[in-house]
């Protein structure tokens, strides 16, 4: 299993406020993608995925209009 950083943005769409919520977590799994799956079960969303370069992936949820991003970096 490998290693990664996880960093989590969640957009704020309350009015005047640009902040966003972000977290940040060291997980262990194969697959970023079915991790992030697992987090969303019983959600109906969509999922798009992108590899900016070697060991990272990006991977955005999009539930109900709000879009999530989980930025994976290999440790």
């Given at each position: 299993m490998k290693a990664y950083e996880v960093?989590?943005?969640i957009p704020n769409l309350c009015a005047n406020n640009q902040m966003r919520d972000v977290f940040?977590?060291?997980v262990e799994t194969d697959d970023p993608v079915e991790y992030v799956r697992g987090m969303m079960k019983g959600k109906d969303v969509e999922i798009a995925v992108d590899y900016p370069g070697p060991g990272r992936v990006n991977v955005h949820v999009n539930i109900a209009g709000t879009v999530q991003k989980f930025?994976?970096?290999?440790?």
């Open positions: 960093v989590r943005e940040f977590d060291e930025l994976f970096t290999e440790l």
